[in-house]
């Protein structure tokens, strides 16, 4: 599983790399507070919504979940890969790490 780190993300961000950012925590949790642009997919639901959300299984995914102990994005970058996505990138510190390095959360 290929991982990202903050920095790297962030450079992302600021280059406008093409990517798509994934929240992969409960509806109500991404509603206090995510990333920058992401979007939500509960990663219980990945294997359902993927298909429909994300129709390109080439395109650059981000996921992401609360922190480096939360195990849904894990779970949810497994997920991608058994339905053919090629480029899924696990941002293993999530939330935490990115508030953490003094980053902001969209609501």
């Not at 642009?37 to 390109?56: G, K, M, T, W």
């Amino acid at each position: 599983m290929l991982t990202i780190d903050t920095k790297t993300l962030r450079d992302w961000q600021a280059r406008g790399q093409d990517f798509i950012l994934v929240d992969t925590l409960p509806a109500d949790t991404f509603a206090k507070g995510h990333l920058p642009s992401a979007i939500n997919i509960v990663s219980d639901d990945i294997l359902d919504e993927a298909p429909r959300q994300l129709p390109d299984n080439q395109a650059t995914l981000v996921v992401y979940c609360a922190s480096e102990n939360c195990k849904r994005a894990g779970r949810a970058a497994e997920r991608l890969a058994s339905l053919g996505y090629t480029e899924v990138y696990h941002y293993v510190g999530g939330k935490r790490a990115w508030q953490t390095a003094g980053f902001s959360l969209e609501h």
